[in-house]
C-alpha cells in the first residue's frame, strides 16, 4: 500500500493508532500555526496584488487540502513568499480570471508530476539555482514594499526594478512619518518579541499592537480599508469565464506556479522531515498540492504551496500529524468568519514591515555568501539566476538556471572524464588495522547535485555503534554547492547521533568548497596516513 503513487499520510497516520494526547496536542500546535499564518496570508495576499481576503481564503482551504492528501506528516500549506513575483506578473497580463486559470492548470501540472513520479527528480534541482531564485524574489518583495513601508503619496508605481528604485527616490519628499514609524515599530516588535514572548508570534503581536495605535490615536496612515474596501467575512464560490482558444496563453505561468510549489513543497518536506525523523511521500504530497491548487482558486483563492516558517512553527509546537494542518486550517477560518471586519483596520505600512521581515529571511544571503566562494560554475548559475529574477522575470530566470546548470555540469563532467571511473556508491574499508568502532567509507566521482543524496543518505546510515566516520575523497575530483551542502548536513546529522567524522585525501578545489559551505576545517587532512594520526 505505502508503495503507491497516492497515500496520503493522514490515511496511514490513522491506521497507526491515534490518542487523545496526540489529539490534544496536534490542535495546540494548529491553532498557534493558525495566529502565526494570519498576517502572513494577509500581507502576501497585499502584496501579490490581491484583496486581503484572499490570502486567508488560500490559507484555509489550500491548508486543508494538502493536509488531507498531502505526503507529509506535519506540512502546512498556504500562500507564500515565493508566488508574490509571479501572481502579481499573471494578473498585470491576465487578471485575476487568468490567475485563477493559471492556478488550476498548475494544479493540474501537480498531479501529473506526481503520477509520473516526478518527485525524485525535483529534488536534484541544484541548490544555488534555488538560492538564487529565492534571494531575488526576496529583494522583489522588498522593494514592492517601500512605498507603504515609507507611506509614500504615490500612485501607479513602475513595476520594472530599475525604474521602481528611480521613482522611489523621485518622490522621498512625501515621506509619511507616522507610516514609517509603524513599519519600524512592525520590524523591531516581529524580530525581538520572541524573546519576552516565545509562544506568540512576533506578526501577530505586531498587526495586533500597530492596529491599536493607528486606531485609538487616529493617524493618518493608509490602511486595508482605504484600499480595498470592506472585507468580507464569507468564502462563495467563483466559476471563472474563458475561451478554450486562449488556454495556450496559460502554460508558461501555470509551470512556473507548478515548478515553484513543487520545489518549495518538497524543500518543505524534507526540512520537517529533519526536525522529526521521518520520511515524506514526494509523490502523493505532490498529488495533494495539485488537488488543493486545483480547488482554491473556485473559493477566490491564489496559488499555495508548503509554508517551510510555518511548517517549521508546527513542528517546534508538537505537531505531529496531518490534524495539526487541519486544526491550522480550521483556525483561520473561525477568525475570518467572526473577526474579518476587523481586518480592515491594519495599517498596509505594519504589513510592509512584516513582509520586509520575511523577505530577509527567505534572502538565504550566508548559502548567497557561501556559493560565491565556491566554483566558477555555481556562482555563474547563482548570479544569472537571482538577477534575471530581480531585472527580467521569474520564469525566464528558472528556465536559463536549468538550462545554464545543465549545460555547465556537462562541461565538468567533460573535463573530469578521464580522472575517474564510473562508481555512484560508497565502498566501505574493510581495514584491519582500524578499531571495531572505527569505519571507513571512500567515495568515488563527482560530488554534485546528481549523485549527492545518494552519497548522504549512506552516510547518515552507518551503524549507530561506530565513534568514528572516516570519508576518504581521494577519488572525487570536484563536488558543487549542491553535493557540499547535503554533506554538510549529513555530517550535522553524524555530530547529532555522537559519531566523529574525519574527511581525508580532499584535493585543494574540494576542500575550499568544504569550508565554504561550513565544514569544519580541521576536520579535512589532505592524505588517509594524517586522518589516521589524528585519530590516534
Known amino acids: 500500500m505505502k508503495s503507491h503513487i497516492f497515500y496520503p499520510k493522514l490515511w496511514s497516520t490513522l491506521r497507526l493508532g491515534y490518542d487523545k494526547k496526540a489529539l490534544t496536542q496536534d490542535i495546540l500546535a494548529g491553532v498557534i500555526v493558525g495566529i502565526v499564518a494570519l498576517p502572513l496570508s494577509i500581507a502576501f495576499a497585499v502584496a501579490s496584488g490581491v484583496s486581503p481576503e484572499k490570502g486567508l481564503i488560500t490559507a484555509v482551504i489550500a491548508g486543508l487540502m494538502i493536509s488531507l492528501f498531502g505526503g507529509s506528516r506535519v506540512q502546512i500549506g498556504g500562500p507564500t513568499g515565493a508566488f508574490i513575483v509571479i501572481v502579481v506578473g499573471i494578473i498585470q497580463e491576465f487578471g485575476i480570471e487568468g490567475l485563477m486559470i493559471s492556478t488550476i492548470m498548475a494544479g493540474v501540472f501537480l498531479i501529473l508530476f506526481g503520477v509520473f513520479r516526478l518527485g525524485a527528480l525535483l529534488k536534484f534541482i541544484p541548490h544555488p539555482l534555488v538560492v538564487g531564485f529565492t534571494s531575488g524574489i526576496a529583494l522583489v518583495i522588498f522593494s514592492t514594499q517601500i512605498k507603504d513601508a515609507l507611506g509614500l503619496a504615490v500612485n501607479d508605481v513602475p513595476s520594472n526594478f530599475i525604474s521602481k528604485w528611480g521613482f522611489y527616490f523621485s518622490h522621498l519628499d512625501t515621506v509619511n512619518f507616522y507610516a514609517s514609524g509603524i513599519t519600524l515599530f512592525t520590524i523591531l516588535i516581529a524580530i525581538y518579541s520572541a524573546k519576552w514572548i516565545p509562544k ?183 548570479l544569472a539566476t537571482f538577477f534575471l529574477t530581480v531585472l527580467v522575470d521569474l520564469t525566464i530566470a528558472i528556465e536559463v538556471g536549468m538550462v545554464l546548470a545543465a549545460l555547465l555540469f556537462m562541461k565538468r563532467m567533460a573535463d573530469h572524464v578521464g580522472l575517474q571511473d564510473e562508481v555512484d556508491q560508497d565502498v566501505l574499508e574493510n581495514d584491519e588495522t582500524l578499531p571495531n568502532e572505527v569505519k571507513a567509507y571512500e567515495i568515488s566521482g563527482p560530488f554534485f547535485f546528481g549523485s549527492a543524496r545518494n552519497y548522504c543518505n549512506i552516510l547518515k546510515g552507518v551503524h549507530p555503534n561506530t565513534k568514528t566516520l572516516i570519508i576518504r575523497m581521494r577519488h572525487v575530483p570536484f563536488i558543487d554547492a549542491t553535493g557540499a551542502h547535503y554533506l554538510k548536513d549529513s555530517l550535522g546529522e553524524l555530530k547529532a547521533k555522537k559519531i566523529n567524522y574525519i574527511i581525508s585525501g580532499v584535493n585543494p578545489s574540494v576542500k575550499k568548497s568544504l569550508i565554504a559551505m561550513g565544514v569544519d576545517s580541521d576536520k579535512i587532512y589532505n592524505q588517509f596516513d594524517e586522518a589516521l594520526k589524528r585519530l590516534q
Open 200 to 382: 506568540v508570534p512576533g506578526s501577530f503581536i505586531a498587526i495586533i499592537l500597530s492596529t491599536i495605535i493607528v486606531k485609538l490615536m487616529s493617524l493618518p496612515v493608509t490602511t486595508i480599508e482605504t484600499v480595498y474596501g470592506s472585507i468580507p467575512s464569507t468564502i462563495e464560490m467563483q466559476i471563472p469565464s474563458f475561451s478554450w482558444s486562449e488556454l495556450p496563453h496559460y502554460i508558461e505561468p501555470a509551470i512556473t506556479i507548478a515548478l515553484l510549489g513543487a520545489i518549495e513543497s518538497l524543500l518543505s518536506a524534507v526540512v520537517s522531515d529533519g526536525m522529526i525523523g521521518g520520511n515524506h511521500r514526494s509523490n502523493t504530497e505532490l498529488i495533494g498540492q495539485g488537488i488543493a491548487n486545483i480547488i482554491t482558486p473556485f473559493f477566490g483563492g491564489i496559488p499555495a504551496t508548503g509554508a517551510i516558517a510555518r511548517t517549521a512553527t508546527n513542528v517546534k509546537n508538537g505537531g505531529r500529524t496531518p490534524i495539526a494542518g487541519i486544526a491550522h486550517a480550521f483556525t483561520l477560518l473561525l477568525i475570518m468568519l467572526f473577526f474579518g471586519p476587523w481586518v480592515k483596520w491594519i495599517p498596509m505600512s505594519s504589513l510592509a514591515g512584516i513582509l520586509i521581515v520575511v523577505s530577509y529571511n527567505m534572502s538565504e544571503w550566508r548559502s548567497f555568501k557561501g556559493i560565491l566562494s565556491t566554483s566558477l560554475f555555481d556562482i555563474v548559475v547563482l
